[in-house]
T-cell receptor, first 110, second 113 residues
Framework: AQSVTQPDIHITVSEGASLELRCNYS??????LFWYVQSPGQGLQLLLK??????LVQGIKGFEAEFKRSQSSFNLRKPSVHWSDAAEYFC????????FGDGTTLTVKP | DAGVTQSPTHLIKTRGQQVTLRCSPK?????VSWYQQALGQGPQFIFQ???????QRGNFPDRFSGHQFPNYSSELNVNALLLGDSALYLC????????????FGSGTRLTVV
């Protein structure tokens, strides 16, 4: 069965600092991997996705993620965080019938 | 270009009642998936509709049922509501079942009292 673990429930970073959100997955084949962001009271917005090919994936809002098969990881990164990035971030695996992690809440300090 | 539209945005129901939630997919999308997101958790897949048929189903009881109409819009029905059904219900649409990522609506917040 596929599963996703986001080890960090809550992360606080200062505005302008770099960010890395961790995601580990379990999947029987080459995974489809996604990162979504959810602002309070809103639905999920797709940040980026990985299907195959280049293991470094660029997304919207300056985010990127790197797929590491040997570590079963798909960590999300951003070089310089903005206050508007404060939200909840979800990693997901699978295509249709996606399995989501429980999310990481990002707080940005001024 | 409208995204995914869900209605209502909030509702409160009593235990044992039935509820219907509605979803209009993004223009050009023909596949609708429903997710349940409990407080503090990630979304959990309920089921997916394509060509007016349920194609895949997650680990949810038969109290959860759905329908897709010829215009691709969809309904989620929950019978015999339990307190544990309180959650944010998200609808997501895509073109075919490509798995290329979904467009999510803002959800319906269901509270069961």
């Amino acid at each position: 069965a596929q599963s996703v673990t986001q080890p960090d429930i809550h992360i606080t970073v200062s505005e302008g600092a770099s960010l890395e959100l961790r995601c580990n997955y379990s999947y029987g084949a080459t995974p489809y991997l996604f990162w979504y962001v959810q602002s309070p009271g809103q639905g999920l917005q797709l940040l980026l996705k990985y299907f195959s090919g280049d293991t470094l994936v660029q997304g919207i809002k300056g985010f990127e993620a790197e797929f590491k098969r040997s570590q079963s990881s798909f960590n999300l990164r951003k070089p310089s965080v903005h206050w508007s990035d404060a939200a909840e971030y979800f990693c997901a695996v699978g295509g249709s019938k996606s399995t989501f992690g429980d999310g990481t809440t990002l707080t940005v300090k001024p | 270009d409208a995204g995914v539209t869900q209605s209502p945005t909030h509702l409160i129901k009593t235990r044992g009642q039935q509820v219907t939630l509605r979803c209009s997919p993004k223009s050009g999308h023909d596949t609708v998936s429903w997710y349940q997101q409990a407080l503090g958790q990630g979304p959990q897949f309920i089921f997916q509709y394509y060509e007016e048929e349920e194609r895949q189903r997650g680990n949810f009881p038969d109290r959860f049922s759905g329908h897709q109409f010829p215009n691709y819009s969809s309904e989620l029905n929950v019978n015999a509501l339990l307190l544990g059904d309180s959650a944010l219900y998200l609808c997501a649409s895509s073109y075919r079942d490509t798995g290329y990522g979904y467009t999510f609506g803002s959800g319906t917040r269901l509270t069961v009292v």
